[in-house]
């Protein structure tokens, strides 16, 4: 590997040199003459092709909605939380953070409580002032996501402003977006300056903080009990008769 440090730079591929950036940095390096794979690297290969999809679906449906400035490293940060998390297991996106360098536990000495209903409770608490800041911005984020079709659903949010120079007594949001797919609930918090939004990364978070799937009804089926089998007696035992004496049925003796 190779760093570029002339004032012209690129990204890409030119012959058998491959450009990239990493970690800030340019950087060149030269393509393999021959690439062997094996079952194990093509199933890999094939894991990583789809987990790096369905990291650029949930950042493009949930971008719009998202004000601060994710670090440069989401990407691959969202990408390595789905391959840990395994196929299909969505609920591993839960404790994402889109901004590497915050978390909104932060900014909460009790953290919001989610309910199953969409409803979030932020319980009255001391609220630290976070530098010259003097207004907090909350913003709860739902975003209904169908991974079978790929396709956005259904989007909500809800907005509340804090006023960091007065006590805060608590607060209630809720989001509601009914529909088929995957619910990514995102928590926002921005912090405000006087005249403007503070672009200090180190106060400005944006966390998913639920992750809720579809509501399968539970089928419950009634196991049928095998029928008894009756075991039909004769109405009467038979007896060993002989021929008729004197016009009455004659029994035998033993």
């Known amino acids: 590997m190779a760093t570029v440090t002339s004032v012209i730079t690129f990204k890409g591929k030119i012959g058998n040199v491959i450009a990239y950036k990493r970690n800030g940095k340019h950087c060149l390096r030269s393509m393999p003459e ?13 894991w990583f092709g789809a987990a790096s999809r369905k990291g650029a679906l949930i950042r493009n449906a949930v971008a719009p909605d998202i004000d601060i400035f994710c670090d440069g490293n989401v990407v691959n940060r969202l990408n390595s939380t789905i391959l840990a998390a395994g196929r299909n297991n969505h609920a591993g996106l839960k404790g994402f953070r889109f901004n590497g360098h915050t978390g909104i536990e ?7 409580v989610l309910t199953e209903n969409g409803k979030m409770h932020i319980a009255a608490q001391e609220l630290f002032n976070f530098g010259d ?3 907090m911005e909350i913003k709860l984020i739902a975003t209904r996501i169908d991974f079978a079709t790929r396709t956005v659903t259904g989007m909500d949010a809800d907005v509340l402003h804090i006023d960091l120079e007065e006590p805060f007594a608590g607060a209630d949001l809720s989001v509601d977006v009914p529909g088929k797919g995957t619910l990514l609930v995102t928590l926002q918090v921005r912090t405000f300056l006087k005249e403007a939004i503070s672009y200090n990364r180190k106060f400005n978070a944006a966390d998913i903080i639920a992750v809720i799937g579809d509501e399968t009804p539970e089928v419950v089926i009634a196991k049928s009990r095998p ?28």
């Open 106 to 112: 932060k900014f909460f000495s009790q953290l919001p």
């Open 133 to 135: 800041a003097v207004r």
């Open 34 to 46: 021959s690439v062997r794979q094996t079952d194990n690297t093509r199933r890999a290969a094939k």
């Open 227 to 254: 029928g008894k089998k009756l075991l039909l007696l004769p109405s009467e035992l038979p007896h060993n008769t002989a021929p008729a004496k004197y016009g009455q049925d004659h029994v035998p003796r033993e």
